[in-house]
């Protein structure tokens, strides 16, 4: 599915490992949760959508890694996803992966481009 490429955020306001920036994607016909963050220097947006159950991953906003900032976990039952690919890596989320989303950065902006699988 290929959307209008849109503006996120800037560069500097990701981190590696640190906070996600959240915005909204259009999802077969709805509004639906999605992040970006920053993992060993590249950027990667998925679906704020866990793959156990559809519920957001951040109960703190934005605060998607964990502990140690390799991976992405579900605050609610503990699923966990490897940060650059959104597969599971560990939790109820079996073999379902995140989402993930086309994102783009240049000249210190952070885009969306698209949906992958959507
Ligand atoms: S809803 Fe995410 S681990 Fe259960």
Not at 46 to 67: A, I, K, T
Not at 93 to 110: A, I, N
Request: glycine letters at 12%.
């Amino acid at each position: 599915m290929a959307d209008d490429e849109r503006l996120i955020c800037t560069s500097a306001a990701l981190r590696n490992s640190g906070k996600a920036v959240r915005f909204e994607v259009e999802y077969f016909g709805e509004n639906a949760p999605a992040f970006v963050v920053r993992f060993e220097e590249r950027v990667y947006g998925y679906l704020n959508r866990c793959g156990h159950m559809p519920m957001e991953l951040d109960w703190r906003e934005g605060e998607v890694f964990d502990l140690l900032g390799h991976d992405l976990i579900c605050s609610t039952h503990g699923a966990t996803y490897a940060a650059a690919s959104g597969k599971c890596t560990g939790g109820p989320c079996g073999k379902t992966p995140l989402v993930s989303l086309q994102m783009e950065e240049r000249d210190g902006k952070v885009y969306f481009k698209g949906i992958d699988d959507g």
